[in-house]
């Protein structure tokens, strides 16, 4: 008996891991069969895309330890986009407030994740409902201000957060790295951090042991809503241009690589670190299979089997007693 | 327990209720008769979403049409759900009583054929634009049915990538990007970039690569593409200017903006500045404005009996219109007059822009 836990205890371990390895096995055979994967350029190039999702996917992470999920990404983000870019210099109206505006889109984004808590405490619906309608709610206000064209976004100091650079990675990925440099202390090192953790290892323990639920919940959206608003400014300035549909497919992304970097949906387990290397494993994937001039047509393919594969090994799934 | 009792007898109707319904229910039907059976035809525009720059500016051109003939107008989006884009279309239908005027993008191929019986058993006239079925012809449904139009994504994405060849000096390696792999446009401006690449030998197609119609995609993926072949890339085909863009802004994060021509679809603003600064080769647009005045003229003029689609020859019932291709030649006009101004159209060049018979 006692032999068999300490086997098991192994084994939970070593899939603590999995992740890792994955993404070291990952980036060894692109190496082996394409030398270029390893250039310092690409390198820069994989970091640089990753830096939207990685910003996403910080704020994805701490939705889903506490089991719920945020569907809102991409309405908080495209909010984000788009208040950034009518407040700041472009081409369809006269603002010029600068970096104000980055301010003032970050916090869009936030009160959004805000009243996204405040729906599921006060009204008592399942974040999975209420973060949906706050994706449709965003969206649409996001079309509507932005009359459905693409507005370029011309502020020059805005725009060098994707075009210059600091010791060779654009400002973007230095920003990423912020962004994940406060969401390792938000977890490990504050009061938030580990309430979210307690609520979702066990709701009913952690309401009994006198956490306030409601304001830990608004406080997670709250903190979610502005990574996706830091993500959203990062785009905008990726792209020189903000349109309602920007981001489109983040969600599935943002999603894909908590749980492939094996935290697990059904909450309390996982973090922030795994989610770095969630995010880096799905862009090494996306990078690597560009390199190695896999047809468009399998690439789909083999990211939903990446991603099949990557959370059968994670997780200690034959000893889940419920799979839903 | 007011909840329950009230949830209990919901369906239940008193007689005075019923009266009321009943009143007002005959109130409605009849009304729409009187009101609109003589009257001028409403205008309805049906499209996708007004989140997209195209659909926005077909519903400028939709509205330019209406006030030219002063006529009301309305539009219907569809979000992309099919359903609600042709229950939206038999709301009109029954709230107009037939008397109105459709031009339709329908959502999905197979819309086209409801949106088409319907406008028919109520009397309205249509014209719809990119998707009907193959054996859906508006001769079979005379008169209602007056016209489909498309555009040639074949000779589209031929005539960019000859533009493209030309801009790069007739040989070296491009990068294609590629559209929604289901969709018909993506597929047919893929295979007229395949016949110039056919006819031009000297050039390199290095890789093609779906990036599904969207900035973002294009940016990664030619972020990556860049890794692979380096500067052997000289040019980049897009299937539409939305990619194109994002194409353009990984250049640009490599200091190769405009130095690495770019070929796009649609003529949004973003790409038609792109070419007057030298950075995009050339975009051709299908002019969604034209698209969305001169669809419901079209069916206007149907309509009114100004003209019996029954009589007209086979290339003004289906047919493609003419793409109006904007390069370094033409952009500054292009920009003074569709861009700083609203177009000015003639509306009653019905058939001014065909360029032939929609293939079989």
Known sequence: MQSFWSRAGKARRWRAFAPLAVLIVLCILIAIANPNFIEPRNLIRVANSAAVPLTLAMGMTFIILLGSID??????????????????????????????????????????????????TTLRIPSFMATLGVWFIGLGFSVYMLGGSAVRLMDENIRALALSRFLGFPLAVWIALAAFAVAIVIQYHTRIGRHIMAIGGGEDVAELSGINLRRVRIMAFGLAGFFFGVAGVLAAAQLGQSNAVIADGRLFAAVTAVVVGGTALTGGE???????????????????????GISPYIQQTVQGLMIIAAVALSLDRFNLKIVK | MSDRASIAHFGQINRRTLMMGAGAGLAVAAMPKRLWAQGAPTLVTS????????????????????????????????????????????????????????????????????????????????????????????????????????????????????????AIGGSGGIIALGGLISTTAAIERKKGLDEALAANPNIKLLDFQVANWKSTEA????????????????????????????????????????????????????????????????????????????????????????????????????????????TKDNVEEYYKNNIDSKPTMDWNDLWGRVTGAIRA
């Open chain 2, 47 to 166: 499209i996708r979403s007004l989140s997209n720059p195209y659909h926005a500016v077909w519903k400028t051109g939709a509205e330019a049409y209406a006030a030219s003939v002063g006529l009301e107008h309305v539009t219907l989006v569809s979000e992309g759900n099919s359903e609600k884009g042709i229950a939206d279309i038999k709301a009109m239908l029954a709230k107009t009583g037939g008397n109105m005027v459709l031009n339709s993008d329908p959502n999905d191929t197979p819309d086209a054929r409801p949106i088409v019986e319907a406008c028919k058993s109520a009397g309205a006239s249509v014209v719809t634009q990119w998707n009907k079925p193959a054996d859906l012809h508006p001769r079979d449904f005379n008169p209602n049915y007056v016209s489909h139009i498309e555009f040639d994504g074949i000779a589209s994405g031929k005539q960019i990538a000859e533009i493209l060849f030309k």
């Open chain 1, 270 to 292: 996982g973090g922030v670190l795994n989610t770095l290397v969630g995010v880096l494993i799905v862009t090494v994937l996306a990078n690597g299979m560009i390199l190695l």
């Open chain 1, 71 to 120: 569907l809102s990404v991409e309405g908080a983000m495209s909010v984000a986009a788009m208040v950034l870019v009518l407040l700041a210099t472009n081409d369809s109206n006269a603002n010029n407030y600068g970096w104000f505006a980055v301010v003032a889109a970050i916090a869009a984004s936030t009160v959004m994740g805000l009243a996204s808590g405040f729906l599921q």
């Open chain 2, 219 to 326: 940016f990664d993926l030619t972020s990556n593409l860049l890794t692979r072949f380096g500067d052997d890339i000289k040019g980049v085909w897009a299937a539409n200017d939305d990619m194109g863009t994002g194409a353009l802004e990984a250049l640009r994060a490599e200091g190769l903006a405009g130095k690495v021509p770019i070929v796009g679809i649609d003529g949004i603003k973003t790409a038609v500045d792109a070419v007057r600064t030298g950075e995009f080769a050339c975009t051709i647009t299908s002019d969604p404005f034209w698209q969305g005045g001169m669809g419901l003229s079209i069916g206007y003029n149907a309509h009114m009996k100004k003209f019996d689609p029954a009589t007209q020859p086979p290339e003004h019932r289906e047919f493609y219109g003419k793409v109006v291709s904007i």
